[in-house]
């Protein structure tokens, strides 16, 4: 039955997602076990091997793959809608470089030209756009080259060592911190919630679900409270140690713990932090959005005043 599942799945799916069910197929049709199937791939989370695993034991494979259904699909959506309430503020951004960058090369030489021609002596802050204009139009090779090659030097210190120090820092900014508390402790939660339930043990599913964070620097503080839960102590002390979660998120394990019904404390959390989550983006974009305008305003004020100010004192003083 199941390799019939695959292959229907096969004919529905691209060509790269087609080798890799070919590649299950055959391992099963070679008597290894479903588990072992998709582990030879080395195309599939810890997560879903670990559910998968859980599922064939039991014999609920079919509760395991819904559940983990429900995952990817809640993590999909939890993921559409960090990248939709960041989609304005990026456009925006974009749009007001883009202006600045016309400005600076087109709008301001005119006015550079005129001063010159009539003789007129800007002030300071008019020299200092005009000669800012002046670096970008002689210098602009230099910059994109220094540009192009900043960018994959951040991008391959992100991958190495400054990953965990941009981590930290996440936790240290006001709005950002809470944010980042609250999608980590979401994802936490559902991960977690799904693999006890599917009957893995709490160490490993605790193990797990750190790795589901993607988070080097969370993942260490997390092996600290496995030590601990593995030394005896209660989940909830042992996770608090970690100094990740939010005080209510620690109360309701503690609380799951006590009563024995951890699986409905993590359900009611997930969607506690995930109702939060929505109300924090649009808390955030109800900022953003007048903060963008704000900034643009105060370009444009600034732009006006050292370019048509020095043009009204001249024609002032003909009069």
Not at 4 to 15: G, P
Not at 22 to 30: G, L
């Amino acid at each position: 039955e199941i390799l019939k599942i695959l292959d229907i799945i096969k004919q529905q799916s691209d060509k790269k997602i087609s080798l890799k069910l070919e590649a299950i197929s055959q391992n099963i049709k070679q008597g290894n076990s479903i588990t072992d199937s998709f582990t030879n791939t080395n195309s599939f989370s810890n997560f879903f091997i670990s559910m998968l695993k859980a599922g064939e034991t039991s014999g609920k494979l079919d509760v395991a793959m819904t559940n983990l259904a429900q995952y990817y699909d809640k993590e999909y959506k939890m993921k559409a809608k960090i990248r939709n309430a960041s989609i304005y503020p990026i456009i925006v951004s974009t749009l007001a470089f883009l202006s600045f960058i016309i400005i600076m090369v087109f709008v301001i030489p005119n006015y550079e030209m005129l001063f010159d021609g009539n003789g007129i002596d800007p002030p300071l802050i008019t020299k200092a756009l005009i000669n800012t204009s002046k670096f970008i139009r002689t210098k602009y090779t230099y910059i994109i080259i220094i540009t192009l090659a900043i960018i994959p030097t951040l991008y391959c210190l992100s991958k190495i060592s400054s990953k965990v120090k941009f981590d930290n820092l996440k936790f240290k900014l006001p709005v950002i911190n809470k944010i980042t508390k609250i999608i980590i402790t979401t994802r936490f939660c559902k991960s977690l919630r799904i693999l006890i339930k599917s009957g893995v043990q709490i160490v490993e599913a605790i193990d797990i679900s750190s790795r589901v964070i993607n988070s080097d620097s969370i993942y260490k503080k997390m092996s600290t409270s496995i030590e601990y839960i593995q030394n005896g102590n209660q989940v909830a002390y042992s996770l608090n140690i970690s100094n990740i979660f939010p005080d209510m998120f620690i109360s309701m394990i503690n609380i799951g713990e006590e009563s024995g019904k951890l699986d409905d404390c993590l359900s009611t959390s997930e969607k506690l932090y995930d109702n939060e989550l929505d109300i924090m983006l649009e808390k955030m974009m109800k900022w953003i959005e007048p903060s963008i305008m704000i900034i643009l305003g105060i370009f444009v004020c600034i732009f006006m005043v050292a370019m048509v100010l020095p043009m009204f004192d001249s024609i002032t003083a003909i009069q």
